[in-house]
């Protein structure tokens, strides 16, 4: 049976907002990618890594690009005509990948968010970029599911936010300890969701639920 850490957070953290560093140039970035190659123990100038600096920093930016995204920006567009509705919306198994911050390993999984509208919904696909937009960046899990669910809070004000995110974390299973398999799970709730226990079960039973 594959080991699971369970972390339960009360309440979003404030993401601090810090003033980045000038950016390297591309030439600095691709220089580094050769220096860690030397570090590695192979040869950079070897025919099958001589573009492997480009690629490498190529993808970064992708990988990466979540630094570039504005999670508020995403949510900016509210749907306020929702024909009565005011019960919970439930996006589930949204597949996401990030690199752990502490060793830029990746960590992988998926994510559930649920809220009960007060002003108005949010196109589903949004939620999902929402995930990407903290996710594509150098992370911890706790930190990333504590930010989905304050921008969610912040955009719609709800009357209440789930998160649960489970992930395995490569630092775990590849390295140190290498236990593959093991799970990751965080949670974090607002609102009705933090102040009734019913209705945490009923989110929870969503998500395990109807599969």
Do not use: N
Request: contains cysteine.
């Amino acid at each position: 049976m594959d080991a699971v850490v369970t972390t339960f957070s009360p309440r979003p953290a404030i993401e601090t907002v810090r003033e980045a560093p000038p950016r390297p140039s591309r030439e600095e970035a691709e220089a580094a990618v050769r220096t860690l190659i030397r570090w590695a123990g192979d040869d950079p100038a070897r025919e099958g890594l001589l573009d492997t600096p480009k690629r490498v920093v190529k993808a970064y930016e992708e990988l990466f690009r979540g630094y570039g995204e504005d999670a508020q920006a995403v949510l900016a567009k509210v749907f306020e005509d929702v024909g009565g509705y005011d019960d919970m919306v439930v996006v589930k198994d949204i597949p996401f990948h990030s690199h752990c911050e502490h060793h830029m390993v990746p960590f992988v999984g998926t994510a559930h968010i649920g809220y009960y509208p007060a002003e108005g919904v949010v196109g589903l696909s949004k939620l999902a970029r929402v995930v990407d937009a903290f996710a594509r960046r150098l992370q911890t899990q706790e930190t990333m599911t504590a930010q989905i669910v304050g921008a969610i809070d912040d955009a719609l004000k709800p009357r209440g936010v789930a998160v649960i995110i489970e992930a395995e974390h490569m630092c775990m299973s590849m390295r140190g300890v290498q236990k593959q398999g093991a799970s990751t799970v965080t949670t974090q709730f607002t609102g009705v969701f933090r102040d009734d226990p019913a209705e945490q079960a009923r989110f929870i039973a969503m998500v395990r639920g109807f599969r």
